[in-house]
């Protein structure tokens, strides 16, 4: 049940892509490309063979030709799993969703640097050993630019299978390397351009953004400074390492893709005044964009909400769910970055990297003192709770949002044990109305949403999340059925409707905006 858990509230997360990709990847043969259907509207519409459960739900896999990548291990897990699944409509929603990935957003890959990437590898910035090796760019939604967030969480599923895939293995390498390679240049943003040796030519995302430090279009697509998203970089590499052995990553570009990230970290750990003069100090990073909607944009001017500093936490400008932050000390965010820095830290020690492991591990250790220190709060409700976004002046946000990294998902993320005490104050608050104001219900859906959506569309992703970090028999079971009865094309959405399963986000999904 745990296995299919997780596997559950990974696709949950991502399965949306399935309902809105277009069939654009490097594994497809360009002699069938043409006859490949558009598979934005090839998910919109039920196909057969039907799952022999009460909903008859759809098969909305693309057809084989038409997959971006193939694994006959992910295949045999699938048909493995769902023959011993007595719930053919969750085993028909496992069945579509658990290869999307590399159905459908697996737009450039090279196992090595033979071929292009080689051929291409000095595009300019002159870098030693640029875009060499295994590289794969990672699509999200229907927007062909990758995520950090995003393309981690995506790969997720397939890390436990890689010791036995060579494909899939070279498959996650490569997007290590590629996503080494998005930090080295511009540690700051979270989603990026097709890389320049996979010759896919980049978009625009339509928005007039005034962002510093300044990144080059062509190679970014949207430069929002998320902590999560070098968190996200981090767990790659920690889940690879951890479910292979394989220490093939561990070259210079990852290296000083690391040093860069810490670069940032010390960078956005600096307060907004000085603490001796009292002087507005500024910060490295500022982000304006021309916008009638709050949340997508940074006040002052571009700078957000003043923090103070010596707390231990670092600042992020945006939440997961790319709205702007209100009080940049990101919980969830900085939880997850201290988890993940620590895990690096054991690798990297393991592998004699000993001063660099140091590093991690104290950054680390500061991060997560500081969240008990100042992102633990008094609830006159529910005791002691985290906090989701702080300030340090000791001004708190108190709800949650379903995107991850959440305080929902703390346990998920390895940062308390599911019975912590503060932890189950926190969980009792934010799956109530009383407590969290972003906790949606209805009679057709419930859960947690967020701003990003509007106030009557929660997340299945909550309710799968609050299946893994729940004890009960019941709560689970409830859980499970609710998406399972709102995912009536076999996928699952990014928000239902709580009047209406039927009604759902979104036409253009993008996961991660």
Request: net charge negative.
């Amino acid at each position: 049940m745990a296995v299919l858990l997780a596997v559950l509230a990974t696709i949950t997360y991502f399965a949306g892509v399935v309902a809105e990709q277009e069939v654009l990847g490097f594994g497809i043969n360009p002699d069938r490309k043409a006859a490949c259907p558009d598979y934005r509207h090839y998910s919109r519409m039920p196909h057969r063979p039907l799952s022999s459960g009460p909903l008859s739900l759809p098969y909305q896999r693309p057809p084989p030709q038409c997959r971006t990548f193939s694994s006959p291990l992910v295949e045999k897990v699938i048909d493995d799993l769902t023959s011993r699944m007595k719930d053919k409509d969750l085993a028909r929603i496992f069945e579509n969703a658990f290869p999307n990935t590399l159905d459908t957003t697996v737009r450039w890959h090279v196992g090595s640097t033979s071929g292009r990437a080689r051929k291409r590898r000095n595009d300019g910035l002159g870098d030693e050993g640029h875009w060499d090796g295994a590289q794969s760019f990672i699509v999200t939604g229907d927007i062909n630019a990758e995520w950090l967030r995003d393309s981690t969480n995506q790969l997720a599923q397939y890390q436990m299978l890689a010791k036995k895939d060579t494909q899939l293995e070279r498959l996650i390498l490569g997007a290590i390397n590629t996503q080494a390679e998005f930090v080295i240049e511009s540690p700051y943003c979270n989603a990026f351009q097709p890389p320049p040796p996979s010759q896919v030519p980049p978009s625009s995302n339509g928005q007039e953004d005034s962002v510093h430090p300044a990144y080059e279009p062509t190679r970014v697509f949207e430069c929002k400074y998320e902590i999560d998203s070098l968190a996200n970089f981090l767990a790659l590499g920690n889940q690879f390492y951890k479910s292979t052995g394989s220490k093939e990553f561990l070259h210079e570009r990852w290296y000083l893709a690391i040093e860069t990230l810490l670069e940032v970290l010390e960078e956005q750990a600096k307060p907004t005044f000085d603490p001796k003069t009292g002087r507005f100090e500024g910060n490295e990073y500022l982000f304006r964009r021309k916008t009638m909607a709050g949340t997508e944009t940074l006040n002052l001017d571009g700078l957000g909400n003043p923090l103070k500093g010596g707390t231990g936490l670092i600042r992020s400008a945006f939440r997961p769910s790319d709205d702007a932050t209100i009080l940049g000390y990101f919980i969830p965010g900085n939880a997850m970055m201290a988890v993940e820095l620590k895990r690096a830290a054991t690798m990297l020690k393991a592998v004699g990297k000993s001063e660099l492991a140091r590093k991690l591990q104290e950054r680390g250790d500061s991060i997560e003192k500081g969240i008990w220190e100042h992102g633990v709060v008094m609830h006159k409700r529910y005791g002691e709770v985290f906090a989701f976004e702080v300030d340090g002046f000791g001004s708190s946000i108190i709800m949650d949002d379903a995107n991850l990294p959440s305080l929902l998902a703390l346990p998920v993320m390895g940062f308390v044990a599911r019975d912590d005490k503060v932890y189950q104050n926190t969980r009792k608050m934010i799956l109530e109305q009383t407590g969290n104001p972003y906790y949606l219900e209805g009679p057709a859906f419930g859960g947690i949403g967020g701003p990003h959506i509007g106030l009557e569309h929660p997340w299945p992703l909550s309710r799968m999340v609050q299946a893994m970090t729940s004890d009960d028999d019941d709560e689970i079971s409830n859980a499970l059925a609710s998406v399972r009865s709102s995912s009536r094309l076999g996928l699952v959405h990014e928000s239902i409707n709580v009047d209406l399963v039927t009604d759902y986000t979104r036409k253009q999904l993008r996961l991660s905006g």
